[in-house]
């Protein structure tokens, strides 16, 4: 293998020929690993961008002969964590042969259903509508990519003419049209008539390239993007200041961060008009660089032009007309001066909508922004979850540097109004929509669990993260927190938990949990009051101290954080739920627990109290009462389990068959019943009931409410 260059400044090379060698030629795993190594490096494409592919032979199952079958990446699939099972797998010469019964463009979209008769694989992925692009082309291995060196090129008022230039004619062109299998005839003729070509630019698009094998697909790729990256960067700030130089001089970024805090509730508010969003804050040097400049006025208004960045954050964004001095605690007047920005973003959307549709168009979606700016601060963007809140930012971070590169060599142009319509309401990709799986109950809710890395609060905060929440995990004990943050993210992702340092006496600590739970996520929906500690002694031997802590951890830690919840939702305005874990002994009198069961009586007053309040804000205050819950839990630390037994007359041994005995169903009751039952008063079905208390304690009929 002739050597080929392994050092790049604007990309990462990362094959290992080792690694390759062990794969022992098997085509579709080199596939597989080149995909992974690209999908890797944010700058050649984002998450769920571009596709690649290889054509091998292999055999026929039905014949045993030799055919030749071409592996793609297949529809809604994400190159950087893509396997094997995500590639489409299609007998190369039927598709080919779909070029004999192609009527035109008018009718392409026609074509992508048969696809599913050119299928080799049956147990593959649904193939993309990219397939042709890859299929009409003669190469063993190619690349189509969405780098942001080349887009800046593809974008450019001069961009086919800077090609011919930069790449003395090794780089063909195809001008802007949708992805489809004309586009594929397209590229096939742009190959043909410029034999020997190395790749081809897609105006506004993106890039293809390829290789006789997967390695020197990879290389040429990488040196192409490089080449445009270079040549960028030999111009980028020469001729006059990027984006046109500063405007705005930013805000420390301490100050960044809590400016953000303050508003993103507002800001998810009004995004969730139609649909409860999750939010993502953002203030990277390339957005900072960007809002604060001369020409962020003109170029935010024209919006992106590659099509998977246009997707992902809609038509354009909508820039905030608040300045960095502006007092954002002030609610009121926040709201008064940003109301008229969202509403004049929704008559704009809808006047898109309305001057692009055609007779058989979806109907118009949710016309609130992705997208939003604020100068001298940072972008904040919002969408149904919180992995697509964040792959917005990526993509429109991409789309700023696209605009930074194409502004230094021509002019920035984005996509026609009317394309940008017909790939937004295109009806392929509303089908792909109306396929995806319906949302959990939970999905765009996001929770703050007090006392999570354990026992109750642990299992609460993984029965909502697996029911579609968003979930800030916490915990007084830096080491337990920390563990328990690294078991959800190996279990759950990293998009859906956050983790703070949290103690419910200290309200500092609890304005810095709500800060990291609004710039995490947007704001929060479902406050859980769970932490909490356990004291039995009988009366004589019960210490102020001990009385003070109890309370202070039961009572005012629920008050304050509740507070510091109630809050936040209001600035939402969209209601929100309260759930206190108060206990059996808030009702029931037992021995040697003066301080523990009258803290708990207090915790569900105030229950009640709160309730009775919020009402009006639609905030829901709902109580659920556990008893005898052992299983990893910190209330049985401190002598609780041994002052028990001793109450009863038993080792500690003991406790949990006589707690189970002692009900009337004998059953042991575990950290998941609870979490069961706090998700019965938040998962749909109760939304109508406030404070309310659910027994949890398998049947304690002292304890019965009622």
């Known amino acids: 293998m002739p050597e080929k260059k392994t050092t790049f400044k604007n990309v990462s090379y990362l094959w290992d020929h080792a690694k390759a060698a062990s794969l022992n030629g098997d085509e ?7 995909s992974n190594l690209l999908g890797t490096d944010l700058r050649l494409t984002n998450y769920g961008g571009g596709n690649t592919s290889c054509k091998a032979m292999a055999k026929d199952p039905l014949t045993g002969n ?9 529809s809604g699939g994400d190159l950087g964590t893509m396997k094997r099972n995500g590639l489409a797998a299609l007998y190369v010469d039927r598709l080919q042969a779909l070029k004999n019964i192609y009527r035109g463009i008018e009718h392409e979209d026609e074509m992508v259903a048969l696809f599913n008769h050119c299928i080799y694989d049956l147990d593959s992925k649904a193939p993309s509508i990219d397939t042709p692009l890859h299929g009409f082309l003669p190469f063993k291995h190619i ?11 593809a974008a450019a008022k001069d961009g086919k003419k800077i090609t011919e230039e930069l790449f003395a004619g090794s780089i063909g062109w195809v001008e802007w049209q949708r992805p489809g299998f004309d586009l594929g005839l397209k590229l096939k003729k742009c190959l043909d008539e410029n034999p ?8 506004s698009h993106g890039l293809f390239t390829w290789g006789d094998t997967a390695y020197e697909s990879y290389i040429n790729t990488l040196e192409v993007i490089e080449k445009c990256a270079d040549y960028l960067n030999q111009h980028i700030g020469k001729k006059r200041p990027v984006f046109g130089g500063q405007k705005i001089n930013p805000l420390l970024k301490n100050e960044q961060l809590e400016k953000a805090a303050l508003l993103a509730p507002v800001l998810r508010g009004f995004c969730s008009s139609k649909v409860r969003m999750v939010g993502h804050f953002t203030n990277d040097e390339r957005v900072l660089e960007f809002i604060n400049s001369n020409d962020m006025e003109r170029l935010a208004p024209l919006g992106t032009s590659c099509p998977d960045h246009f997707l992902r954050t809609k038509i354009s964004p909508l820039v905030l007309n608040l300045g960095i001095g502006d007092d954002l605690k002030d609610v009121t007047t926040i709201k008064e001066k940003i109301s008229p920005l969202f509403e004049a973003y929704r008559k704009m959307y809808a006047d898109y909508y309305n001057s692009c549709k055609h007779a058989n168009s979806p109907a118009i979606r949710d016309a609130n922004p992705v997208v939003i700016l604020y100068p001298g601060v940072g972008m904040f963007t919002f969408a149904k979850d919180k992995q697509t809140a964040r792959v917005a930012a ?3 971070i991409n789309a700023i540097n696209v605009m930074k590169g194409a502004e230094a ?9 009317q ?10 990709e509303e089908a792909k929509l109306q396929r995806m799986p319906k949302p959990k109950p939970l999905s765009g809710r996001v929770a703050l669990i007090t006392g999570s890395a354990g026992g109750i609060g642990k299992a609460i905060a993984k029965r909502f993260v697996e029911e579609g929440a968003c979930v800030v995990i916490n915990d007084i004990n830096d080491e337990r927190l920390s563990a328990a943050t690294e078991e959800f993210k190996k279990e759950f992702g990293k998009d859906n938990i956050s983790a703070v340092l949290l103690d419910v006496t200290d309200q500092k600590t609890i304005a810095n949990a709500i800060q990291s739970t609004s710039l995490a996520f947007g704001g929060v929906d479902i406050i859980v009051n769970n932490a909490g500690i356990s004291i039995s002694k009988p009366i004589e031997s019960h210490t102020t101290e001990d009385w003070d802590r109890l309370y202070d951890i039961l009572v005012k830690g629920q008050f304050l954080v509740s507070q510091a919840g109630i809050e936040i939702m209001r600035k939402q305005g969209f209601g929100g739920d309260i759930i206190n874990i108060v206990s059996k002994n808030s009702i029931v009198a037992g021995p040697n627990n003066i301080g523990y069961g009258s803290a708990k009586a207090a915790q569900a007053h105030l229950s009640r109290l709160m309730a009775a309040e919020l009402g009006p804000d639609k905030i829901r205050v709902n109580s659920v009462n556990p008893d005898a819950v052992i299983s990893d839990s910190n209330i049985w630390a401190n002598g609780w389990a041994e002052g028990r037994a001793k109450a009863y007359g038993i080792s500690v041994e003991e406790l949990p068959a006589y707690y189970a005995k002692r009900t009337l169903l004998n059953e042991t009751i575990l950290p998941e019943d609870i979490a069961n039952a706090c ?7 109760l939304n109508k009931s406030t404070g309310n208390i659910l027994n949890v304690d398998g049947g304690v009929a002292i304890a019965f409410i009622r």
Do not use: C, Q
């Open 28 to 34: 579709v795993a080199l596939l597989v690993y080149r």
């Open 66 to 74: 030799e055919t030749e079958v071409m592996w793609v990446k297949g």
């Open 143 to 153: 690349d189509h990519l969405h780098p942001d060196a080349a887009i800046a090129i």
């Open 196 to 203: 020997g070509i190395r790749g081809i630019m897609l105006g």
């Open 394 to 396: 990526e993509f429109y």
């Open 409 to 417: 060599i021509s002019s920035y142009t984005s996509l026609p109004r």
């Open 419 to 428: 394309e940008a319509f017909n790939i937004e309401y295109w009806l392929l």
């Open 679 to 685: 998700f019965a008063f938040i998962g749909g079905l």
